[in-house]
């Protein structure tokens, strides 16, 4: 029988083959391996630097002897729990593997080929590949002091347009739209194009401004029936690692998500942990004022070495090096110190560094100021 050589790039969908994925924070133990090192410090991935609850560990663990019986699918504990939290009913609310799932979800069930899909320039990457994966067309809206431009997005609506993203506070330069402007913008989207709020960071930000200065999504969906709003467990509940974000909505659009998500999403550690998680506001609140702390510590040291930053209401900075920054970076990992190139996002000049523990926050405040002394001596 006569071998035939197939170029699988001839029957792959043509939409695929110019997808450049996402690209994820280095890990600790990659930089061990290169470079022999014991101490690192991983502030590129925006992760909570206190963990998870210990509560959540405990209910992890009691969990452990049904390890072999698949999750509920539908999730309806942790939906409850969750309606009753945010004051909305469960049938509002889709869960998904980290919200990251969630967010592409919606591109499969309202966008295809020759459709337009919106999303500011300097927004997380998720949203361009979305529309990419899906076949429509991804319409990158310039931005505006390196967030959200609204007014712009609205102008760029066409009868084209069925999605729109939004990141309140934007990832990954932590830059906010106020109430004011959220409400002028969803007030006057067509009710025929869906808007995606991702509020990823919503924690975060709800400790750092006042009402007039953040909106809450959720306070939205009574009256616009064509928002969705998107959230995770990630950050300030400290469970990357378990992948579980929810959306909530009309019910509706919500009962279309739940169509195409696959069986089991959320594996049952994961479900178990968010409620647990939602359950403890308190180890929140400590994370949230561990944030602010950090936050301050590391501006202060970055005005002291005459380093400007982008404003940012949530627990990252990207700090702006100029030209330097892609050095800076890799002598960043020689002194143990893990943050984020932003070259990707069209920020080359940037660096973006996640808020840490005090000791951590300290490891890359001297590593820094030790690379731009050493670096102004060569000059």
């Not at 505006?144 to 760029?156: E, F, I, S, T």
Request: net charge negative.
């Amino acid at each position: 029988m006569n071998e035939i050589n197939i170029a699988y790039c001839d029957v792959v969908q043509p939409q695929i083959l110019g997808v450049h994925p996402y690209i994820p924070g280095k890990p600790v133990s990659e930089l061990q391996r290169e470079l022999g090192l014991t101490y690192v410090s991983k502030l590129a991935s925006n992760e909570n630097p206190l963990g998870a609850s210990p509560s959540v560990l405990t209910a992890i663990q009691h969990e452990l002897k049904e390890i072999a019986r698949y999750p509920d699918g539908s999730a309806y504990t942790l939906k409850a729990t969750l309606a009753e939290f945010l004051s909305i009913k469960p049938e509002q609310l889709a869960v998904g593997n980290g919200s990251n799932e969630l967010l592409e979800l919606v591109a499969r069930v309202f966008a295809g080929p020759g459709d337009e899909i919106l999303y500011s320039q300097y927004a997380f990457a998720v949203y361009p590949i979305s529309a990419q994966v899906v076949g429509a067309t991804g319409i990158e809206v310039p931005a505006k002091n390196w967030g959200h431009d609204l007014q712009a997005m609205l102008a760029a609506i066409t009868d084209k347009t069925k999605l729109i993203y939004l990141a309140n506070p934007n990832n990954p330069t932590g830059t906010v739209f106020s109430r004011l402007e959220w409400e002028d913008f969803i007030n006057q989207v067509p009710k025929n194009v869906i808007v995606v709020l991702d509020e990823a960071y919503i924690e975060y930000a709800q400790a750092q401004l006042s009402d007039d200065e953040y909106a809450n999504g959720i306070d939205y969906l009574t009256t616009h029936s064509n928002l969705l709003v998107s959230r995770t467990f990630s950050k300030a509940y400290g469970l990357a690692s378990l992948r579980v974000g929810y959306m909530a909505g009309c019910k509706e659009i919500i009962q279309y998500i739940n169509q195409i998500r696959a069986p089991f999403n959320v594996n049952n550690y994961a479900q178990i942990a968010a409620i647990s998680a939602l359950n403890d506001q308190g180890f929140v609140e400590k994370v949230l004022l561990l944030n602010q702390q950090g936050m301050r510590q590391i501006k202060d040291a970055l005005a002291t070495l005459g380093v400007d930053s982008i404003p940012s209401a949530g627990n990252f900075l990207c700090i702006d090096l100029g030209k330097e920054a892609l050095k800076v970076n890799q002598k960043l990992l020689e002194e143990g110190v893990i943050v984020r190139p932003l070259s990707n996002y069209g920020l080359s000049q940037f660096l973006r560094v996640s808020i840490g523990t005090q000791v951590e926050n300290q490891h890359f405040i001297d590593a820094l100021k030790s690379i731009l002394f050493s670096m102004s001596k060569d000059l």
